[in-house]
C-alpha cells in the first residue's frame, strides 16, 4: 500500500473529536496525488456528511458551474482533489454551519506534501481563505479582485452557497468578467 493510502486511510479513520460531533465523525475529502487541481473548502455540511461525497449538495452543483466541469471530471480524484478545512460536519451555529475543527488541521501538511502535482489552488470561504492568505485583514471582495488569474496559482472564491446569494447579486462582476475568465485559465485541466 501506497503513502498516499496509508494516510489516507488514517483520515478517514480519525475520531480526534467524535465527541464534539453532532453526527459522529465522517471524514470527507478526494485524494490522488495525481490530481493537477485543489479544491480546499471549510468542511462538510449534513448533506455531505449523510453522502460521503464532497460537495453533493447546492454548493456542489454551482461549484462545478462556476469551474464549467462536469460531475464525471469533478469526481476524478487523479484530476481533482477536495481536501477541506475540516473533513467532519462540524454541526449547526446560530448563522449556518459552526466553523471546521482545528484538530483537522494536524492533517493539512501531511495531505497537501501528498499533492505533489498541484497546478492550482482554489480557496472557498473565509476558513480556507484565512488559512492561505494569514496576512490579508480586508474583505473577501479586495480579495477576490486582487488574484491576477493569468499568473495565480492559488484562487480565492466566496462560498458557492445559497447563503451567499445576497454577496453574488452586489458583485455583479464576479459571475459575469470572474468566473469567464476562470473558466478559461481551467480548460487546461479538463
Not at 460531533?21 to 455540511?45: K, N
Amino acid at each position: 500500500m501506497s503513502d498516499s493510502n496509508i494516510l489516507l486511510r488514517e483520515v478517514r479513520a480519525c475520531r480526534l473529536c467524535e465527541d464534539e460531533l453532532p453526527l459522529g465523525p465522517r471524514p470527507v475529502l478526494q485524494y490522488d496525488p495525481s490530481a493537477t487541481l485543489l479544491i480546499v473548502g471549510q468542511a462538510p455540511g449534513r448533506r455531505v456528511h449523510e453522502s460521503g461525497r464532497p460537495f453533493d449538495d447546492p454548493s456542489g452543483v454551482r461549484l462545478r458551474q462556476w469551474l464549467n466541469i462536469t460531475e464525471d471530471e469533478f469526481y476524478d480524484p487523479k484530476r481533482l482533489a477536495i481536501v477541506p478545512m475540516g473533513f467532519c460536519y462540524p454541526g449547526t451555529g446560530k448563522s449556518g454551519d459552526l466553523p471546521p475543527r482545528k484538530e483537522c488541521l494536524q492533517w493539512r501538511e501531511p495531505l497537501m506534501a501528498g499533492l505533489p502535482n498541484i497546478q492550482l489552488t482554489i480557496l472557498l470561504g473565509q476558513y480556507a481563505q484565512r488559512y492561505h492568505y494569514p496576512e490579508h485583514k480586508g474583505s473577501l471582495t479586495a480579495l477576490v479582485k486582487q488574484v491576477d488569474l493569468d499568473d495565480s496559482l492559488v484562487v480565492p472564491l466566496p462560498h458557492p452557497s445559497p447563503r451567499n446569494n445576497r454577496w453574488l447579486k452586489q458583485q455583479p462582476w464576479f459571475e459575469s468578467e470572474f468566473i469567464p475568465r476562470l473558466q478559461h485559465k481551467l480548460k487546461t485541466f479538463f
